[in-house]
């Protein structure tokens, strides 16, 4: 595959950029070789500065799942840039995305903008600690919500002792209050319950696991944690950063039936454009400056191009048939690829929910991080590159979602079933 000038490109961003990357996964490490450098987008379509053109699986990490370039999202973002892109002050604009957001997920009533998903987790969090006046979190092992610090943190040993650090940089004061349990197991969250009372201001997870490869929640597993949580005061957060509006436009919470007590989003709703959110119950979001004490701000918030963008995005999921088009779609690729690896005899875990799928080299029933980890990341790396080479984009580390967009063709799905065969007779 001729990368020549990806290759140069990124010779010339690492004397710049830490890596050459501006976010780490971005950089090839758990898959080899050096990144490609994107030229442009259009459809579900990616094409290098090497002219190669690929199905795009990443959908720049969810956002896109319209596909790249729009029509829709452009002519809106065109539309919005003559009148300027930032003025620091409200704009009706902004009022009709959080009333889309409100109108379109279960647990928000009132929502407030941030610049992404990482802003909007911490300050989430931040404001769970405000209303209750407490100060531990219980995360799950495996779920990502940014990089805010008391969220960079690992088991300690035990479910009562503190979080530790799981990045330097991050002081063990930071996380001290963060305790974490494995995914899909409730009955981790009571005992962590049990051993810290009424010192646990929240849980926050992602409602489906997005971070970890693709893990659904069990039957009865959010439900389990919704009952848990009002039992003992902790407000219940949701991290729908990837699944809101993805799994379905009222997001995992509508699908699962299970209203949190508040919930972040991101990605799909700035159409591709930095946009975050966190809401929930009005009586914890009165908490928020200025109506409460608890402080958050952004300058760039809200900010007319991003809500634009955003606007323009949700307006078109709100469709009719739109996630019944998706799913049109994803099953034959998700069938297409399990043939394949039971054609070549090639143990693997293909796990799947809406338009989010992703496949694991195990033979173990991937459930939660521990059972994640049993992929064979190497022959990962191979998969990755076997199909890169036949023009097809997936998400360059197993730990990641793979991503179809309502764009995506039928022919994009034929010819990517057979270029996952081809690589995995390979293997
Ligand atoms: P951002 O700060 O990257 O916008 O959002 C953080 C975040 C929060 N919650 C969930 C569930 C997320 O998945 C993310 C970010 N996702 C990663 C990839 N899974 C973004 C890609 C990257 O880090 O470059």
Excluded at 216 to 229: A, S
Excluded at 252 to 274: E, F, H, R
Excluded at 356 to 365: E, H
Excluded at 406 to 412: E, K
């Amino acid at each position: 595959m001729n990368n020549k000038k990806s290759l140069e490109a990124w010779q010339k961003s690492q004397q710049f950029i830490p890596g050459g990357v501006n976010s780490p996964v971005r950089a090839y490490r758990s898959v080899g070789g050096n990144p490609l450098f994107i030229q442009r987008g259009n459809g579900a379509k990616i094409y290098d500065i090497d002219g190669n053109e690929y199905i795009d699986y990443v959908a720049s990490w969810g956002p896109l799942i319209l596909g790249h370039a729009h029509p829709r999202v452009l002519d809106a973002i065109q539309g919005a840039m003559g009148s300027g892109t930032s003025f620091g002050a409200p704009t009706e604009l902004e009022t009709d995305l959080a009333e889309l957001i409100v109108n379109a997920v279960p647990s928000i009533e009132i929502v407030r903008l941030v610049n992404s998903g990482t802003e909007a987790t911490m300050s989430a969090i931040r404001v769970a600690r405000g209303y209750t006046g407490r100060d531990k979190i219980i995360k799950i092992a495996g779920c990502y919500h940014g990089h805010a610090d008391a969220l960079l943190a690992k088991a300690g040993s035990g479910v009562a002792t503190f979080g530790l650090p799981d990045s330097s940089g991050v002081p063990a004061d930071f996380t001290r209050h963060t305790l974490t349990v494995p995914f899909n197991d409730a009955d981790a969250v009571r005992q962590t319950i049990e051993a810290n009372p009424d010192q646990i201001a929240c849980l926050i997870l992602e409602p489906i696991a997005g971070n970890m490869g693709v893990i659904p929640p069990h039957d009865g597993y959010l439900q389990e944690l919704r009952e848990i949580t009002a039992e003992h005061g902790i407000v219940l957060i949701f991290d729908e950063v990837i699944t809101g509006f993805r799994v379905a436009y009222g997001g995992a919470q509508s699908l699962y039936n299970v209203t949190p007590d508040m919930t972040c989003l991101g990605k799909i709703i700035g159409g591709g454009l930095p946009v975050g959110a966190y809401g929930g119950k009005k009586e914890i979001m009165q908490s928020v400056a200025p109506l409460g004490d608890v402080y958050q701000a952004g300058t760039l918030s809200g900010n007319p191009l991003a809500v634009s963008a955003g606007i323009a995005t949700l307006k078109t999921l709100a469709e009719p048939g739109v996630y019944e088009q998706l799913e049109n779609l994803v099953q034959p690729l998700a069938e297409g690829l399990q043939d394949a690896t039971k054609r070549n005899a090639i143990d693997a875990c293909h796990n799947r929910v809406g338009s989010m799928l992703m496949l694991y080299f195990t033979d173990k029933t991937v459930v939660d991080y521990e059972s994640a980890q049993t992929s064979n990341t190497d022959r990962y790396g191979r998969y990755f590159w076997g199909l890169l080479e036949r023009g097809v984009y997936i998400a360059p580390s197993q730990f990641e979602a793979g991503f179809v967009s309502l764009v995506h063709t039928q022919t994009d799905i034929d010819q990517t079933v057979q270029a996952a065969d081809a690589v995995l007779s390979q293997l």
